[in-house]
Protein backbone atom coordinates (compact mmCIF):
# COMPACT_ATOMS: atom_id res chain seq x y z
CA UNK A 1 0.00 0.00 0.00
CA UNK A 2 1.11 3.63 -0.84
CA UNK A 3 1.74 6.42 1.82
CA UNK A 4 -0.51 8.77 0.60
CA UNK A 5 0.30 11.28 3.97
CA UNK A 6 -0.09 14.86 2.86
CA UNK A 7 2.74 16.43 4.10
CA UNK A 8 2.22 19.23 7.06
CA UNK A 9 4.50 22.18 5.72
CA UNK A 10 5.51 23.54 2.32
CA UNK A 11 8.15 26.11 1.30
CA UNK A 12 6.65 29.06 -0.43
CA UNK A 13 7.84 27.53 -4.08
CA UNK A 14 5.88 24.51 -3.80
CA UNK A 15 3.12 26.23 -1.96
CA UNK A 16 2.68 28.65 -4.60
CA UNK A 17 3.26 25.25 -6.71
CA UNK A 18 0.48 23.50 -4.67
CA UNK A 19 -1.97 26.59 -5.18
CA UNK A 20 -1.32 27.13 -8.73
CA UNK A 21 0.15 31.15 -7.67
CA UNK A 22 3.26 32.87 -8.10
CA UNK A 23 5.69 32.73 -4.97
CA UNK A 24 5.30 36.66 -5.36
CA UNK A 25 1.69 36.56 -4.87
CA UNK A 26 2.75 34.77 -0.83
CA UNK A 27 5.30 36.87 0.20
CA UNK A 28 3.30 40.05 -1.00
CA UNK A 29 0.66 39.13 0.96
CA UNK A 30 2.50 38.40 4.28
CA UNK A 31 0.92 39.89 7.36
CA UNK A 32 -2.00 40.90 4.80
CA UNK A 33 -3.98 37.97 3.76
CA UNK A 34 -1.66 35.72 5.54
CA UNK A 35 -0.53 35.43 9.27
CA UNK A 36 3.00 33.94 11.60
CA UNK A 37 1.87 31.43 13.23
CA UNK A 38 -0.96 30.36 11.43
CA UNK A 39 -0.52 30.38 7.78
CA UNK A 40 2.82 29.86 7.76
CA UNK A 41 5.62 30.14 10.03
CA UNK A 42 9.36 31.55 10.49
CA UNK A 43 11.40 28.94 12.16
CA UNK A 44 14.09 30.17 13.72
CA UNK A 45 13.55 33.90 12.67
CA UNK A 46 14.78 33.02 9.27
CA UNK A 47 13.74 34.05 5.73
CA UNK A 48 12.62 30.51 4.69
CA UNK A 49 8.82 30.49 5.35
CA UNK A 50 6.72 27.16 6.02
CA UNK A 51 3.77 27.71 4.93
CA UNK A 52 0.28 25.51 7.09
CA UNK A 53 -0.70 23.00 4.13
CA UNK A 54 -3.69 22.69 6.06
CA UNK A 55 -4.72 25.93 6.77
CA UNK A 56 -3.99 27.13 3.12
CA UNK A 57 -6.19 24.26 1.69
CA UNK A 58 -9.38 25.77 3.90
CA UNK A 59 -7.99 29.38 2.85
CA UNK A 60 -8.30 28.70 -1.10
CA UNK A 61 -11.83 27.18 -0.11
CA UNK A 62 -12.91 29.99 1.76
CA UNK A 63 -12.79 28.79 5.27
CA UNK A 64 -11.00 30.50 7.66
CA UNK A 65 -12.25 33.69 6.83
CA UNK A 66 -13.44 34.07 10.98
CA UNK A 67 -10.12 33.46 11.55
CA UNK A 68 -8.44 36.17 9.44
CA UNK A 69 -11.40 39.06 10.61
CA UNK A 70 -10.77 38.06 14.35
CA UNK A 71 -6.77 38.53 13.72
CA UNK A 72 -7.23 41.35 11.71
CA UNK A 73 -9.96 42.72 14.77
CA UNK A 74 -7.04 42.21 17.20
CA UNK A 75 -4.38 44.38 15.86
CA UNK A 76 -6.63 47.20 15.49
CA UNK A 77 -7.45 47.09 19.33
CA UNK A 78 -4.29 46.00 20.12
Not at 35 to 48: A, D, L, T, V
Request: no cysteine.
Amino acid sequence: MQNTKKPKYFKTTKMAEFLDVDPSFLRHNKEKLFFEGFHYYQPYGGKILRWNVEVMELWLHGKTKDYEEERLLQKLVG
